[in-house]
């Protein structure tokens, strides 16, 4: 019986969250490396089976999850998050803050649902510094709305940067939170 619920457990984290399996974790960010590849791991495609998601091709790009912040606390809508530092060379990006149940946007109705590398200020040096709350903030703000938990889910598209084995992707921008209502 022991054995049973340990095979059972272990199967649902490799499915749910898998990053002792299949995924690759960068601070709070995490991907499945072979999502779209022609040959997966077997993690891979149980879980691409399991969220029954069409998944970007390897060649096309590569999708991040953000559960925590940099900190490693679950995302929270009461508080007000910056996103920070400097994504991977890709040619285009996109974050949108999205619910945990359904991976539906949380963004104010008319307004923004995301950020996307072509429309925001930038540092000099390139890197971003954006806003996720419900309250007004500095320069790159998205509003969100409801309660509880959420999700950032950052795409992207036409990125060379995990082609190669030791391929280079520690750039992925930090999540701080700043403050709670």
Do not use: H
């Not at 970007?56 to 912040?69: H, M, P, R």
């Not at 950020?115 to 200020?121: D, K, N, P, V």
């Not at 509003?143 to 992707?169: R, W």
Request: charged share 20%.
């Amino acid at each position: 019986m022991v054995a049973l619920a340990v095979g059972f457990g272990l199967s649902w984290y490799a499915l749910s969250d898998g990053r002792l399996f299949g995924a690759i974790e960068i601070g709070p960010w995490s991907a499945w490396r072979d999502v779209g590849v022609p040959a997966p791991d077997p993690y891979t495609r149980a879980f691409i089976a399991r969220a029954g998601a069409l998944e970007l091709g390897a060649s096309e790009g590569i999708q991040f999850v953000a559960t925590t912040d940099s900190d490693n606390r679950r995302l929270d809508r009461a508080c007000r998050y910056r996103i920070d530092g400097s994504t991977p060379a890709a040619r285009f990006w996109t974050l949108v803050p999205v619910a945990p149940e359904d991976g539906r946007p949380i963004t104010r109705e008319g307004g923004p649902v995301d950020f996307q590398s072509a429309r925001l200020s930038r540092a000099g040096d390139g890197s971003v510094e954006l806003y996720v709350s419900k309250s007004l903030s500095p320069q790159n703000w998205l509003e969100i709305t409801g309660d509880g938990a959420f999700d950032l889910v950052l795409t992207l598209y036409d990125t060379s940067s995990l082609a190669g084995v030791g391929a280079d992707v520690a750039t992925l921008p930090a999540i701080i939170r700043e403050t709670c209502a």
